[in-house]
């Protein structure tokens, strides 16, 4: 239908207004690296921060202080675990550095406990992981729901076994996405240790198979996601490593001699805690670079690489500072919210084709189009790709009553036609559309966000094409066989990837959406 290449005039006017648009995206989309030497284990060296000691932990039966997690909801408390294989207790901190509550997992006898994380549910997850000698068939993992409030007393608790895919390993890290509930397991070695992820739903009779996923620095001690679960923080080797993803790790160096065993996100997510294992142990306060900070929407901006802007009029896309958006999107990170505004009879021209659109466009080649083959294109046949983002519905969004459609984002071909794959608003419902399938996602939420998390394979044929979407966290669609590029003149037509509003010629209406920062990553478990 249209061949989309540059962005043309509209209705004979210059583009000098749109530009100052597309300037502005490209300042928050640009692909400048982050300032830093790189090193060897995939980090990248920031300056340190100020540091200070945020509390002591002065519980004198407090010995040899294992994991660390902060009470999202309960200001100034901190989880920590204690005890033996006989017994293990949960510990409750304030402030001051004083057990305010204690709880007993009576009954688990643990191996070797080495980490904690608090997951979703206020649910407390222990991690019975050490294994130094590598003589252990199987390690294991105990939950139990932490009481807000009460005495001390023994907790109910479950115990889920795990075993590694690819052999025995000594992990020391612990990780639960607090979004979704996924669990991680960093494996603890002096060369380059590995991120293994758990299945989706754990199994309380079988043994749960770990899988690696990806690589982790060496020395790997301690880890946890921030409470939104698209910030996670590592710590080796004297330093604190975070970033969004575990290949996109920044390095913040910590004092001489500082033994940081275990971290923490604050709750705001902008600096962890960290500390050592032992006696009166002092929790230190490390501030983040504004690059790998739980604020930084920049930064998921440029990941993704909006390269320009299609609309009628200038203001029909803008950034807005979250402060003044609707309300703060489930899987942002602070940065900055996209508006999108078409109003009744407003349309865009692009090489000779005529089409009622406000949208951005990005994950296209740098160079020519044409003189580009689908294998270097950002998302080229054969790969996997993950899409997370928010959309925001207003409460008075006038839905379809009839045939009228409206996509919101999609993965659109070179070369061909309609989408492939796209992300539509069907009547009053959310639904995974385009020119290869049709599934409902759920009623529209009007007057708040929903996220989206978007898997995709890119093939030509449904034998090796699949797509799965989460919402909110919740699966929406399992793994679906579908060919999720077209085929063109014989060849893969390469996809690139569209986001505002695209829809039919019968709206009459003025319409608006807006979206959170858009998050693309090679690696499912880095999004769950």
């Given at each position: 239908m249209h061949?989309?290449?540059?962005?043309r005039?509209v209705?004979?006017?210059p583009?000098?207004?749109?530009s100052?648009?597309v300037?502005?995206?490209?300042?928050?989309?640009?692909?400048?690296?982050?300032?830093g030497?790189d090193?060897?284990?995939g980090t990248?060296a920031a300056a340190?921060p100020a540091d200070?000691?945020?509390r002591t932990?002065r519980?004198p039966?407090?010995?040899?202080p294992?994991?660390?997690?902060?009470?999202?909801?309960i200001?100034?408390r901190?989880?920590t675990?204690?005890?033996?294989?006989?017994?293990?207790q949960?510990?409750?901190?304030s402030?001051?550095?004083?057990?305010?509550?204690?709880?007993?997992?009576?009954?688990?006898?643990p191996?070797h406990v080495?980490?904690i994380?608090?997951?979703?549910?206020?649910?407390l997850?222990?991690?019975?992981?050490?294994?130094?000698?590598?003589t252990r068939?199987?390690?294991?993992?105990?939950?139990?729901?932490?009481?807000?409030?009460?005495?001390?007393?023994?907790?109910p608790?479950?115990?889920f076994r795990?075993?590694y895919a690819?052999g025995?390993?000594?992990?020391?890290?612990?990780?639960?996405n607090p979004?979704t509930?996924?669990v991680f397991?960093?494996t603890?070695?002096?060369?380059?240790?590995g991120v293994?992820?758990?299945?989706?739903?754990?199994?309380r009779?079988?043994?749960?198979v770990?899988?690696?996923?990806a690589?982790a620095?060496?020395?790997?001690?301690g880890?946890e996601?921030?409470?939104?679960g698209?910030?996670?923080?590592?710590?080796?080797?004297?330093?604190?490593s975070t970033?969004?993803?575990?290949?996109?790790?920044?390095?913040v160096?910590?004092?001489a001699?500082?033994a940081?065993?275990?971290?923490?996100f604050t709750?705001?997510?902008?600096a962890?805690?960290v500390?050592?294992?032992?006696?009166r142990?002092?929790?230190?306060r490390?501030?983040?670079?504004?690059?790998?900070?739980?604020?930084?929407?920049?930064?998921s901006?440029r990941?993704l690489?909006?390269?320009?802007v299609?609309?009628?009029r200038p203001r029909s896309?803008?950034?807005?500072?979250p402060r003044?958006a609707?309300?703060?999107?489930?899987?942002?990170?602070g940065?900055?919210?996209m508006?999108?505004?078409?109003r009744?009879?407003?349309?865009?021209?692009?090489?000779?084709?005529?089409?009622?659109?406000a949208?951005v466009?990005?994950?296209n080649p740098a160079g020519?189009?044409?003189?580009?083959p689908?294998s270097?294109?950002p998302?080229?046949?054969?790969?996997?790709?993950?899409?997370?983002f928010?959309v925001y519905?207003p409460a008075?969004?006038?839905l379809?009553?009839?045939?009228r459609?409206?996509?919101?984002t999609?993965?659109k071909g070179?070369?061909g036609?309609?989408p492939p794959?796209a992300?539509e608003l069907?009547r009053?419902?959310?639904?995974l559309?385009?020119?290869?399938i049709?599934?409902?996602l759920?009623?529209?939420?009007?007057?708040?966000?929903?996220?989206f998390?978007?898997?995709?394979?890119f093939?030509?044929?449904?034998?090796?094409?699949?797509?799965?979407v989460?919402r909110?966290g919740d699966l929406?669609?399992?793994?679906?066989?579908?060919?999720?590029?077209?085929?063109?003149?014989?060849r893969?037509?390469?996809?690139y990837?569209?986001q505002g509003?695209?829809?039919?010629a019968a709206?009459h209406t003025?319409?608006?959406?807006?979206?959170?920062p858009t998050?693309v990553?090679p690696v499912d478990?880095l999004l769950?």
């Open positions: 061949r989309l290449a540059r962005v005039p209705h004979g006017r583009l000098h207004a749109l100052v648009a300037a502005t995206v490209a300042a928050l989309l640009g692909t400048v690296p982050a300032e030497a090193h060897a284990d990248t340190r200070a000691v945020e932990l519980d039966s407090l010995t040899r294992t994991g660390l997690a902060v009470d999202p909801r200001p100034g901190v989880y675990v204690s005890g033996s294989r006989r017994t293990l949960v510990l409750a901190v402030a001051d550095g004083r057990t305010r509550a204690h709880w007993s997992l009576r009954g688990a006898q191996r080495t980490d994380a608090l997951g979703r549910g206020r649910r997850w222990v991690g019975d992981l050490g294994d130094p000698h590598r068939r199987q390690i294991g993992l105990l939950s139990a729901v932490l009481p807000q409030r009460g005495s001390s007393r023994s907790l608790w479950t115990r795990l075993r690819d025995r390993h000594d992990a020391q890290a612990l990780l639960v979004a509930g996924r397991v960093v603890r070695s002096s060369r380059s240790g293994y992820a758990a299945p989706r739903v754990l199994s009779t079988r043994v749960n770990l899988r690696r996923v690589a620095p060496s020395g790997v001690t880890g996601f921030s409470r939104s698209r910030t996670l923080a590592l710590t080796h080797d004297g330093a604190v970033g969004s993803s575990f290949g996109r790790l920044s390095r160096a910590l004092p001699g500082t940081a065993r275990y971290v923490a709750r705001a997510s902008d962890v805690l500390g050592a294992r032992r006696a142990a002092a929790l230190l490390v501030s983040l670079p504004a690059s790998t900070a739980g604020a930084a929407g920049a930064s901006f990941q690489g909006w390269r320009a299609q609309a009628p896309i803008t950034l807005m500072n003044l609707p309300a703060t999107p489930p899987s942002a990170t940065g900055t919210v508006r999108v505004e078409l009744d009879g407003e349309t865009v021209t692009t090489s000779g084709y005529t089409a009622h659109r949208e466009y990005g994950r020519t189009w044409s003189g580009t689908a270097k294109w998302d080229p046949p054969g790969s996997t790709r993950w899409y997370d928010s519905v008075d969004f006038v379809a009553t009839d045939q459609w409206l996509d919101f999609q993965w070179y070369r036609g309609s794959i992300l069907h009053s419902e959310f639904r559309g385009g020119s290869n049709a599934r409902s759920g009623t529209v939420k009007r007057g708040g966000w929903t996220r998390t978007v898997g995709l394979h093939a030509t044929t449904g034998k090796r094409g699949w797509v799965t989460y909110d929406k669609l399992p793994r679906t066989s579908v060919a999720t590029l077209d085929t063109v003149n014989g893969p037509d390469p996809i990837l569209k509003i695209y829809r039919s709206w003025t319409q608006v959406l807006c979206f959170s998050r990553t478990p769950r």
